[in-house]
């Protein structure tokens, strides 16, 4: 069972990166998902999240960013428009799957995002 993020890389201000994530494995059942984000010296935040129809976002992206699930539900997407130099930060993602009879948190081996001024 693994989560396999991808779309990070080097854009200017202002510009637009979309990221994805993929869940592959016996995976018996995804609850939530989500994108956190862990920048040099800080502590990893939680970016967005999406269960069902609902989604959290952090008040630093509402507005520019959007996440957004595939229709099979093992696909987690976070759009971001207007980035700005603070977003910088190696993003990963989270999906709480059903695996066997457990219910457990998994991460993303995380991609990197650098937005230069």
């Known amino acids: 069972v693994q989560l396999q993020a991808s779309g990070g890389g080097l854009v200017q201000a202002g510009g637009s990166l979309r990221l994805s994530c993929a869940a592959s494995?016996?995976?018996?059942?995804?609850?939530?998902m989500g994108w956190y984000r862990q920048a040099p010296g800080k502590q990893r935040e939680l970016v967005a999240a999406?269960?069902?129809?609902?989604?959290n976002y952090a008040d630093s992206v509402k507005g520019r960013f959007t996440i957004s699930r595939d229709d099979a539900k093992t696909t987690v997407f976070l759009q971001m428009n207007s980035l700005k130099p603070e977003d910088t930060a190696v993003y990963y993602c989270?999906?709480?799957?059903?695996?066997?009879?457990?219910?457990?948190?998994?991460w993303g081996q995380g991609t990197l995002v650098t937005v230069s001024s």
């Open positions: 999406i269960n069902g129809d609902s989604t």
């Open positions: 494995g016996r995976i018996y059942g995804i609850n939530s």
């Open positions: 989270n999906a709480l799957m059903l695996v066997g009879v457990r219910m457990d948190d998994y």
